[in-house]
């Protein structure tokens, strides 16, 4: 079975509890700028001419909180507007308001555009703060993501190589901003068609983490979660399995058994079980976490028809206790 599979498989819930490719990301809980600009001011927008920056701030935050990111942005556009004309188009709270703005717009599913938006905005902190400034790295890092979640990942993947070695050396080598920006290298590495070093980026950083984040840190089983997936896709599922068959153990110890991300690790090891030539096995593991994920999930949930498909694929292969032995 193929990629489609696993994107079912891996974005089971919401988006920030599951996927494993956005747990890394940077975000505005990370020291993003304050958004409050001129409190005691009304908005010069003609679009909100009775209410503060503040007021306008505070809708945006709301917003953004309940996931509501295209009102967020729009919101966000106005503070931008409002803090360009009142404090300046280089003032630190204009272009935080810009970063706000371009983060919605790219979460509200329109990645190009966040990407341009990003664009733009890193060439104003190159040209107002500098390559290594702590709010550029991050601009960087966003202009990256957007990059690749708008396909482009041969290029999100060349300017996240520079970013982390600029992160490295700014922030340190085993600060979360660096890890992070090495682990979306990492996963956008493989997005462009080269498994087998996504494969050892992914290594390296799995051994990093686990020195610095513990074993059994969020990241650091995500990062496991892709390393294993990476090496299947590069050609050695018997591998994948046996890294895989201990990443369910340890998430069944520390997230439980019927937490999503344990469950997704369950999908993946019967899937390189069966890719391994134990399709026996890989069925025995498959209609096992079928009956866990319809008791848990529900019978109507996209991960039940993914499994499905999959135990339906190895009826009938060498390896399947019931295929035809001639």
């Not at 966000?76 to 300046?88: E, K, N, P, R």
């Not at 003032?91 to 664009?119: D, F, I, K, M, Q």
């Not at 905005?121 to 957007?146: I, K």
């Not at 899937?271 to 069925?283: F, H, K, V």
């Amino acid at each position: 079975m193929g990629d489609d599979i696993d994107a079912t498989l891996a974005r089971v819930t919401a988006v920030n509890d599951t996927d494993g490719d956005t747990v890394h990301r940077i975000t505005t809980e990370l020291g993003g700028p304050a958004l409050v600009l001129v409190p005691d001011n009304t908005s010069t927008s003609p679009d909100a001419p009775n209410k503060t920056a503040r007021e306008l701030g505070d809708e945006a935050r709301a917003a953004q909180r309940k996931g509501e990111f295209r009102e967020a942005a729009r919101l966000y556009a106005q503070l931008a507007a409002a803090s360009s004309g009142y404090l300046g188009p280089d003032h630190s709270e204009t272009l935080g308001n810009r970063y706000e703005h371009a983060y919605c717009v790219g979460e509200a599913g329109e990645p190009a555009v966040a990407r341009g938006l990003y664009e733009t905005l890193v060439q104003d902190r190159l040209r107002v703060r500098d390559r290594d400034h702590v709010d550029t790295l991050r601009a960087r890092y966003q202009l990256a993501y957007y990059t690749g979640e708008g396909g482009d990942f041969a290029t999100a993947r060349d300017l996240l190589a520079a970013l982390g070695s600029d992160c490295a050396r700014v922030l340190g080598p085993d600060h979360t901003e660096t890890f992070n920006t090495r682990y979306e290298l990492a996963r956008c590495t493989g997005k462009a068609g080269e498994p087998a070093k996504a494969r050892d980026l992914y290594d390296v950083l799995v051994h990093d983490e686990t020195r610095v984040l513990g074993p059994d840190h969020m990241n650091t089983l995500i990062s496991r979660g892709q390393h294993a997936r990476y090496t299947g896709r590069a050609g050695d599922p018997a591998k994948a399995r046996d890294l895989l068959r201990v990443l369910v153990q340890d998430r069944t110890r520390v997230l439980g058994p019927q937490h999503p991300r344990t469950l997704s690790s369950r999908a993946q090891y019967a899937r390189y079980t069966g890719e391994a030539g134990d399709t026996a096995a890989a069925q025995e593991l498959g209609r096992a976490l079928l009956v866990d994920v319809e008791r848990v999930q529900g019978a109507g949930h996209p991960m039940v028809l993914s499994i499905r498909r999959r135990l339906a694929a190895w009826v009938g292969q060498p390896g399947d206790a019931g295929a035809d032995p001639g």
